[in-house]
Every structure is written in structure tokens, then in C-alpha cells.
């Protein structure tokens, strides 16, 4: 016996292994193979999409009111160029905010330049993306835009817009900044460069500031002829194929291409494959950026944070729970998946009826605008303005400018699906939850963003996602016309 203790080793001490903090960890495949015999067996599913927004607004619709100026314009107090950088969204934050400050400043707007980006690598001019005519025509009488500086101007810089003086102006700045910091210049110049001006003016402004911003947004800026030609085509296309659901159809924003999957920094289930890759695409598009010494990457905490792209097959999942059968049509907005064959796999077993561009238009049809990223998006952004369900997954300036275009169409309310990521996380991370159970939480999460459809702008919202009150009144009551005068 005593031998025996004798040979036991007191310094071998047991491993604990411990579970990691629920949610922080990519495991929706599991709960896929879990739920899904009896998700397909689920004879419970109506007609959601056409119910889905039944009981949303409850007497509190909106209707839009901006109102032109019927008066001329006073002698312009010079020429304002601005330079509109970043992707087709953000593009579009620029252009109307130099709208508005031209017209606040009663000064005339040259059609902005686009900024080309490493990135976006789109050489597209403002005439490729916007039916430029008809964006001068509709602000006649509230700014005065041209095409190009006169050359009596120009003359004076050697006709180089490099030798203009340019303002380096501070995001969010007020307009009061313009006005008290701009104008002056402006008058003695006759002529100012604001580059960049991606994000230069402030959510919050006087009501003549925020009706310019209405009226060029939404009444303004029209797509080119090209892009929405096609983009109707794909719309009725859409329609035709969602004739079981009387033309309705789901629209899904989604970002999973490598270099979102890769600057999230976020890890799935690919493996030593997936890091290689992600690794790569890091280097590529941000050369030394996640590998700065001292520089903490922690996945889960990304994942429980919400921050995650979400990958299609959670996205199939959530709207399956959400009530929305497999004979629903979908049209998917998003560039080239990444491992496109192993992520759409599940989505399309759970939604067969699923479209995209490049699946509703021929290449012929397509070519013209290949390569160009933002006339991609335009496209993107028409079938989705126009679709039943918006579903947007990962924020950016895209669901952005959606939300308030479709609240603006639609009666005030935008119509959208906005998961809450931080709950998804979890419930996908779940392994004791069933399909009846997620399908609870799913139907939860929908009312949720169904009662989120209708909302006021708030103090440090953004116009272009709350429309209501500044560009829209309520339907059932005639309101006086938004202040159409320019400090």
C-alpha cells in the first residue's frame, strides 16, 4: 500500500478545459444540421410577405412634401467645386451636402468631381452614375449648378483647379462654420475648392438647410438612363419570377466578400485555408495595418460585439425563422462571396428561388457596367428600393441611404428587416436551442424591426435614413410648405 501511494505524482495537475464565452464562436453550421429536418417539415408558414407589414403603421402615415422654390435665384456670390470621395453612397452624402451649402451661401455648385480610389477603382464621372440634366433642371430654381467654371474664372488659376484655393474643412462641421468661415473667402475668391468633402456638414441644420438636402436626395438625384433602364428591367424581372407571392419579393444586402470578411477580422469555420486567405487579402488591401506591433486582434469579441458579417447560410436561417418559406424569391445584393460554392450552398437549399444580377441579366446586358463598381451598386440599390423586404446585415452608407429612400416611398416606413447581431450571436452559438425556440426569437426580432419602421429623425440622425419630419408630413394633415428661403 504504501508503494503504491508511493508511485503517485503530486505535481501532474488536471486540465480544465472551458467553454468559450457563449457567442463568441461561429457555429451556425451545427445548428443548421440540427434544425434543419425539422425546418423543412414546418407546415406553419403563411403568407409573410405579404402580411409581414400589415398592422406597422397604425394611422401614422407620412407623406413627402419638399417644396420647390417657384422664385429666381439673386446674383451668385461665386463658384463652389467640391471633390465627392469613397464609394457610390458616400458620393452621394457629398452631393447633396453641396447642394445645400451651395444654396445656403446662394452660391452656384459645379457638378462635383469624383474622387478616384484604390479601392473602389472606379473612374465613373457624375454623368455616368446620375442623369445629370435632369439634376441641374430640378434645382433651377433653388441652386444654380454648371457643368464647368467659366473660363474668364479660370483664366486667373491658368485654368488649373489646382491653383484654387481649397478648404480643408473639419467633419461635421455646422453651417454656421460656412457661413461665418467660407463666404468671406468665397467673395473675395469667386471661386473655392472644399476637398474632401466626404461628411463636411453636420446632421443638425437650419430647416432651409435640410429642405435643400430633401430635394436633392430625393427628388434630385436620378440615376443615368443606362443604369436605370437595366435596373428597372431587373425589377419587373424580379416580379415576374415572385408571381406565386403576387410580385413580391425579399431584397438582401449582403457583405461576405473577402475584403469585408478580412478587415472584420472575424474567423469562421475554414480553417489554416481561411487565415491564409484572409491574411493575404489584409496585406493587399491594408499593407501593415492589422500587423502594427502592440496591435490586439480578438475574433470573439468582434463576433459578440455584433460586427460580424453575417454569411448566408445565418442569413437563410434567420429568415426561414422568421416565417419566410422556401418558395419565396429573393434578390441578393452583393459583390463576388467569398469560397462562393461552400457559403451559397445552404442559402440556396433553404431559398431556391434566390436571384441575383448576374443571374437576372445576360452578360450582354451586364457588360457596359462591369468594372465599375458604383454603376454595380446603383443597380443593386434600384431592385432593392423596390422590393417588399429590405434585409440589411452589416450597415454602411448603402442601408443608409435605402432606409430613408424606401421610408420616403413607402409612407414613412422603411420597410426593413435590421437583425440585432449581438442576440444573433448568441442564439446561433446556442446548442441547446431547437427550432421552435429559434424560431420564437426570430419572429421577436422581426416585430422588432417592424416597429422600428416608422421613426422620426432625432437630434444627430442622419436626413438620409429619416426622412420624417423635414422632407415628409403627416398624411392626414396639411402642414405649411418647408421654408424655401436661404439665410
Same mark, same amino acid.
Given at each position: ?46 403568407? $409573410? ?73 472606379? /473612374? ?54 460656412? #457661413? ?130 453575417? $454569411? ?43 436571384? $441575383? ?17 458604383? #454603376? ?16 440589411? $446585415? ?51 426580432? /422581426? ?41
Amino acid at each position: 500500500m504504501l508503494f503504491y501511494m508511493g508511485t503517485v505524482s503530486f505535481d501532474v495537475v488536471p486540465v480544465i478545459k472551458h467553454r468559450p464565452t457563449p457567442g463568441s464562436v461561429y457555429r451556425s453550421p451545427q445548428l443548421y444540421a440540427k434544425v434543419r429536418r425539422e425546418m423543412e417539415s414546418d407546415n406553419s408558414y403563411g403568407d $409573410t410577405i405579404s402580411t409581414i407589414w400589415k398592422h406597422s403603421y397604425k394611422g401614422r402615415e407620412w407623406r413627402p412634401c419638399i417644396n420647390k422654390s417657384l422664385q429666381g435665384l439673386p446674383e451668385s456670390n461665386g463658384y463652389i467645386f467640391i471633390e465627392a470621395n469613397g464609394g457610390l453612397n458616400q458620393q452621394r452624402t457629398s452631393i447633396c451636402n453641396a447642394v445645400a451649402v451651395a444654396g445656403y451661401l446662394n452660391a452656384t455648385l459645379v457638378i462635383p468631381n469624383f474622387h478616384f480610389h484604390s479601392i473602389w477603382r472606379d /473612374r465613373s464621372k457624375f454623368g455616368d452614375i446620375y442623369d445629370e440634366g435632369f439634376f441641374i433642371k430640378s434645382l433651377v430654381n433653388d441652386v444654380r449648378i454648371v457643368k464647368t467654371v467659366p473660363g474668364y474664372i479660370m483664366e486667373r488659376f491658368d485654368y488649373n483647379l489646382s491653383n484654387v484655393y481649397n478648404f480643408r474643412i473639419k467633419a461635421w462641421s455646422s453651417i454656421q462654420f460656412y #457661413r461665418d468661415t467660407v463666404l468671406p473667402k468665397l467673395l473675395e475668391e469667386k471661386i473655392i475648392r472644399i476637398a474632401p468633402f466626404a461628411n463636411r456638414l453636420s446632421f443638425d441644420a437650419p430647416p432651409a438647410v435640410q429642405r435643400l438636402r430633401c430635394l436633392a436626395n430625393y427628388q434630385a438625384l436620378r440615376f443615368s438612363n443606362p443604369i436605370l433602364t437595366l435596373g428597372e428591367t431587373l425589377v419587373a424581372r424580379m416580379k415576374e419570377r415572385s408571381a406565386n407571392n403576387s410580385g413580391k419579393y425579399i431584397s438582401v444586402h449582403l457583405r461576405f466578400e473577402e475584403d469585408m470578411v478580412a478587415f472584420s477580422c472575424c474567423v469562421y469555420d475554414g480553417g489554416e485555408q481561411e487565415k491564409t486567405d484572409m491574411d493575404a487579402a489584409r496585406e493587399r488591401g491594408w499593407r501593415g495595418k492589422f500587423t502594427k506591433p502592440g496591435r490586439v486582434i480578438l475574433p470573439g469579441e468582434i463576433r459578440l460585439n455584433g460586427s460580424c458579417p453575417l $454569411t448566408p447560410l445565418e442569413v437563410g436561417l434567420m429568415l426561414r425563422g422568421m416565417g419566410f418559406s422556401k418558395s419565396t424569391s429573393i434578390y441578393l445584393a452583393s459583390g463576388k462571396i467569398y469560397d462562393s460554392e461552400r457559403h451559397m450552398a445552404p442559402l440556396l437549399e433553404m431559398f431556391p428561388l434566390l436571384q $441575383t444580377k448576374e443571374t437576372l441579366a445576360s452578360a450582354d446586358e451586364l457588360a457596359p457596367f462591369q468594372n465599375y463598381s458604383s #454603376r454595380m451598386a446603383a443597380i443593386d440599390y434600384t431592385v432593392c428600393l423596390h422590393s417588399e423586404v429590405f434585409v440589411t $446585415t452589416q450597415g454602411g452608407n448603402f442601408p443608409h441611404f435605402l432606409l430613408g429612400h424606401r421610408r420616403y416611398l413607402y409612407g414613412g416606413h422603411s420597410r426593413t428587416i435590421k437583425p440585432d447581431k449581438r442576440k444573433l450571436a448568441l442564439i446561433f452559438d446556442n446548442p441547446s436551442i431547437g427550432w421552435k425556440g429559434f424560431k420564437k426569437q426570430m419572429l421577436s426580432m /422581426r416585430a422588432h424591426s417592424a416597429s422600428k419602421g416608422l421613426q422620426l429623425k432625432r437630434p444627430n440622425d442622419s436626413i438620409y435614413s429619416f426622412p420624417c419630419p423635414d422632407c415628409m408630413c403627416k398624411a392626414n394633415k396639411t402642414e405649411d410648405s418647408r421654408s424655401s428661403s436661404v439665410t
